[in-house]
């Protein structure tokens, strides 16, 4: 499986951007795609997921309204890009985002977690005040 994270940069607070994962090598009848990110000195967390097996996208609370994940569209089911579109950015969504493959996606309360088999090397998010 290759994750091939980018898109990320510095925005200003309240600014956009869309991150890019270009994935290949995994079974999307199997596994589902989706977006972790990391800030400086905090742990990891879920951010969104899309699941075209289940026809669903999550997002953890703190994101829900401002970013938007999707999918390109293709017969390929080994092969995809999937994009977070982020919008009204705020200065604490500087993190390095991670795409992420993963069979197990779950939100609970206003967390997203995931048992995650395989990780893109990230793409780093920069939002000034």
């Known amino acids: 499986v290759q994750l091939v994270e980018s898109g990320g940069g510095l925005v200003q607070a309240g600014g956009s951007l869309r991150l890019s994962c270009a994935a290949s090598?995994?079974?999307?009848?199997?596994?589902?795609i989706g977006w972790f990110r990391q800030a400086p000195g905090k742990e990891r967390e879920g951010v969104s997921c899309?699941?075209?097996?289940?026809?669903?996208?999550?997002?953890?609370?703190s994101v829900k309204g401002r970013f938007t994940i999707s999918s390109d569209s293709t017969s390929d089911n080994t092969k995809k890009t999937v994009y977070l579109q982020m919008n009204d950015l705020k200065p604490e969504d500087t993190a390095v985002y991670y795409c992420?493959?993963?069979?197990?996606?779950?939100?609970?309360?206003?967390?997203?977690?995931?048992?995650?088999?395989?990780w893109g090397k990230g793409t780093l998010v920069t939002v000034a005040s």
């Open positions: 090598g995994f079974n999307a009848d199997n596994y589902d």
């Open positions: 899309l699941s075209t097996r289940y026809g669903v996208e999550l997002y953890a609370e």
């Open positions: 992420a493959v993963g069979a197990v996606w779950a939100l609970r309360g206003s967390d997203l977690s995931a048992s995650v088999d395989h």
